[in-house]
């Protein structure tokens, strides 16, 4: 099976840009979360989605957004980056199943210049 | 809001060596524990988890963990570390009830000298 993809690997934006992120959960995972890993610091979480809906927020400014589509895939937006988004943003996915076991994928890392 | 604590940021140790991690949480109602682990160049991957009963939880590859709930802990052992157990560690908390979301500590490096 599968784990959790995320693409792009790597991308390389400037100041003021957009940026999209892609994530597809593990099969029969209704759930996918968000988070961003800047160097020396532990995951931050950003968004959960469960179902389509946002279940929770973490404490990011509202440049940050988030969807989930029909099939449970997910995007995460950033609007007008800036040089501090600079990091490496995981996707996790998990399932009622197993309780509140996160699978993560292996991150897309953002540099912003 | 939870938060985590992970003592040590960097730890350097000997094959054969023994290991023990300190992971502190703060939040005053029911709590899921988890360490991860992040091999280099790999995904973060669950090492061990703690739900319910056995305070003393085992995971993959001959680690360990202990929850004390009078402490707050959830610190990551193992008696004898192998040179591929070099990798940054991770304790995490999620807090049931509260905010639907997994909480993580900075990280431990841990670096096995051969």
């Known amino acids: 099976d599968a784990g959790v993809t995320q693409s792009p690997t790597h991308l390389i934006k400037t100041r003021g840009q957009h940026v999209t992120l892609r994530c597809s959960p593990i099969s029969g995972h209704k759930s996918v979360s968000w988070y961003q890993q800047v160097l020396g610091q532990g995951p931050q979480f950003i968004f959960q989605y469960y179902e389509k809906e946002e279940r929770g927020r973490g404490n990011f400014p509202d440049r940050f957004s988030a969807r989930q589509f029909p099939n449970y895939s997910s995007e995460l937006n950033v609007n007008a980056l800036l040089l501090g988004d600079s990091a490496l943003y995981l996707c996790?996915?998990?399932?009622?199943?197993?309780?509140?076991?996160?699978?993560f994928g292996a991150g897309t890392r953002l540099s912003v210049l | 809001a939870q938060s985590v604590s992970q003592h040590n940021h960097h730890v350097i140790l000997s094959e054969a060596a023994s290991l023990e991690l300190g992971c502190n949480y703060s939040?005053?109602?029911?709590?899921?524990l988890f360490w991860y682990v992040q091999y280099p160049g790999q995904h973060l991957q669950l090492l061990l988890k703690?739900?319910?009963?056995?305070?003393l939880v085992k995971g993959i590859k001959g680690f360990e963990a202990e929850f004390i709930k009078s402490k707050f802990s959830f610190n990551l052992r193992k008696p004898s570390v192998q040179w591929s157990d070099t990798a940054e560690y991770f304790c995490a908390v999620w807090a049931t009830g509260g905010n639907e979301k997994l909480t993580f500590g900075t990280g431990t490096r841990l670096t096995i000298i051969p």
């Open positions: 939040y005053g109602g029911t709590v899921n």
């Open positions: 996790a996915s998990s399932s009622t199943t197993s309780g509140n076991i996160q699978y």
């Open positions: 703690y739900f319910s009963g056995d305070p």
